[in-house]
C-alpha cells in the first residue's frame, strides 16, 4: 500500500511510534477500506486492483502481467469510487 498511499503509511508508522493510539487507529481504517476495496474487486484481484489504483494517479500503467486479467469497466469505477471516497483522487 505504501506505492499508493505513502504519505498515510509514514503517517501511520509516526502516530504509532508516537503513541497517537486514537490516530493511528484513524489511519490504519483508512488504510484497511483502501485494501478491501482492492482485494474485493475479484479473488486473487488486488495486484490488478492496485495497478490500476496507481495508474489512476499517474504512476504506472494499469495492466500487470500474465496471468493478471485487466479490470472490467464496472472494476475499475469501483476503484474509483474507493479512491475518491477517500480523498486519494
Keep these: 500500500m505504501a506505492n499508493l498511499v505513502p504519505r498515510l503509511c509514514v503517517d501511520l508508522y ?8 486514537r490516530g493511528a487507529g484513524q489511519l490504519q481504517e483508512k488504510l484497511l477500506r ?18 490500476t489504483a496507481l495508474s489512476l494517479l499517474g504512476l504506472c500503467q494499469p495492466w500487470a502481467a500474465r496471468p493478471h486479467l485487466p479490470l472490467s469497466p464496472e472494476q475499475v469505477r469501483k476503484v474509483k469510487t474507493v479512491l475518491s471516497e477517500e480523498g486519494i483522487l
Excluded: I, N, S, V
Design 14 to 21: 509516526e502516530a504509532a511510534r508516537q503513541g497517537d493510539r
Design 34 to 51: 483502501l485494501q478491501r476495496g482492492l482485494y474485493e474487486l475479484r479473488p486473487g484481484g488486488f495486484l490488478q486492483g492496485m495497478k
